[in-house]
């Protein structure tokens, strides 16, 4: 699968932000997808997964009731709804997609671009 993000911005801290992911593939229900984020300077990070029909999703506890992950299949689309958002969410939002989890702490395999969201104080 190939994947492109989209979306980043500057937004003002306290704001919000859509970002999306559409993959190019044949079924997009064949993968579990996440969203990860790397800050300057910083180690990447894991924000948010969800499984294969959208049903279960994780969160970061970072991110954790200020994140929303959502996917429509029929689409081939991912997204990551922000909220309440802080100068230290700012990073570069990378999608990702791995065929056989959707956990925070496996090697995914397929990987966006990434797309940078930058919040002001």
């Known amino acids: 699968v190939q994947l492109q993000a989209s979306g980043g911005g500057v937004v003002q801290s306290g704001g919000s932000l859509l970002i999306s992911c559409r993959g190019r593939?044949?079924?997009?229900?064949?993968?579990?997808l996440a969203w990860f984020r790397q800050a300057p300077g910083e180690e990447r990070e894991f924000v948010a997964s969800?499984?294969?029909?959208?049903?279960?999703?994780r969160y970061g506890g970072s991110v954790k009731n200020r994140f929303r992950i959502f996917r429509d299949n029929a689409e081939n689309t991912l997204w990551l709804f922000m909220e309440s958002l802080k100068p230290e969410d700012t990073a570069v939002y990378y999608c990702?997609?791995?065929?056989?989890?959707?956990?925070?702490?496996?090697?995914?395999?397929?990987w966006g671009q990434g797309t940078l969201v930058t919040v002001s104080s």
């Open positions: 593939t044949r079924d997009f229900s064949d993968y579990g």
């Open positions: 969800i499984s294969w029909t959208g049903g279960s999703t």
């Open positions: 990702a997609a791995n065929p056989d989890s959707y956990s925070s702490d496996v090697k995914y395999d397929y």
